[in-house]
Nanobody
């Protein structure tokens, strides 16, 4: 049974940083991408970033480029999302997800975590 477990969310002031983790288990994720998504109250879930388990290739939404960085630790089966220069508009529940190939839409992912709340105060 595949499990994705996010952690690291919390409350931070604008300009601060958080690092989210997503621990994956239950299968081999070779050729998979791990995606990061977020959903703010009253808004649709949106793509934030993705990283390849195989070669670490990353892809970011324009609104996080230069602020967020995704990385992975294959030995720990864990991916990370380092979030710097946080803004109040980054407040959302953040999810990690897994799928084969680079996919930017939420419907293209096979597995999802439960989400972790990130709140950025002004």
């Amino acid at each position: 049974q595949v499990q994705l477990v996010e952690s690291g969310g919390g409350l931070v002031q604008a300009g601060g940083s958080l690092r989210l983790s997503c621990a994956a288990s239950g299968r081999t994720f070779t050729n998979y991408y791990m995606g990061w998504f977020r959903q703010a109250p009253g808004k649709e879930r949106e793509f934030v970033a993705a990283i390849s388990w195989s070669d670490g290739y990353t892809y970011y939404a324009d609104f996080v480029k230069g602020r967020f960085t995704s990385s992975r630790d294959n030995a720990k089966n864990t991916v990370y999302l380092q979030m710097n220069s946080l803004k109040p508009e980054d407040t959302a529940v953040y999810y990690c997800a897994a799928t084969k190939g680079l996919v930017l839409r939420t419907g293209g992912y096979d597995y999802w975590g439960q989400g972790t709340q990130v709140t950025v105060s002004s």
